[in-house]
């Protein structure tokens, strides 16, 4: 399976589409700003960090948390950055960056969690779109103050 059709096929992407349909607007998936960066390389140069989607609309930037993202994945985990921070630890400053910089500039921003929806031992959802549509819906309404 190539890379693309992996990611379309990801558990992300199941999410984003659901608050799609949800929210009835399209999204920009892994949308960069210019001003959301991720820290200076060697080279000073600094990346624009993705966001999972943005909804022009809503103004909602949505972040799909995986397991990697509460806890900690050896494997994913065990690679320096140019932070000079293994790669957990970077997850984490670049989360905390992303909502604060949502905030900065009065976007609403919703995090929905593997743990939200229904989901193995592992993490992965098992897609029960019934129930994983319904735990969204809360998330949505409690962001929007409904």
């Known amino acids: 399976m190539s890379k693309i059709k992996a ?22 998936w892994q949308k960069r700003f210019d001003t959301l960066l991720g820290d200076p390389g060697k080279t000073g140069r600094r990346v624009k960090l993705p966001v999972d989607a943005f909804f022009p609309a809503a103004n909602l930037i949505v972040e799909y948390r995986e397991k990697q993202h509460s806890q900690p994945v050896t494997i994913m985990d065990k690679r320096m950055t140019v932070s000079g921070v293994l ?17 900065d500039n009065e976007i609403k921003f919703l995090i929905v969690s593997y743990f939200d929806l229904a989901h ?27």
């Open 120 to 146: 193995k031992k592992s993490g992965r959802l098992t897609r029960d779109s019934v129930h994983d549509e319904k735990a969204i819906m809360r998330l949505i309404e409690d962001i929007s103050g409904r």
């Open 7 to 28: 990611r379309l096929e990801s558990d992300e992407k199941y999410v984003l589409d659901l608050v799609a349909d949800i929210m009835g607007e399209n999204y920009e």
């Open 87 to 103: 790669r957990g630890e970077q997850r984490k400053i670049y989360d905390l960056r992303k909502e604060q910089w949502a905030k």
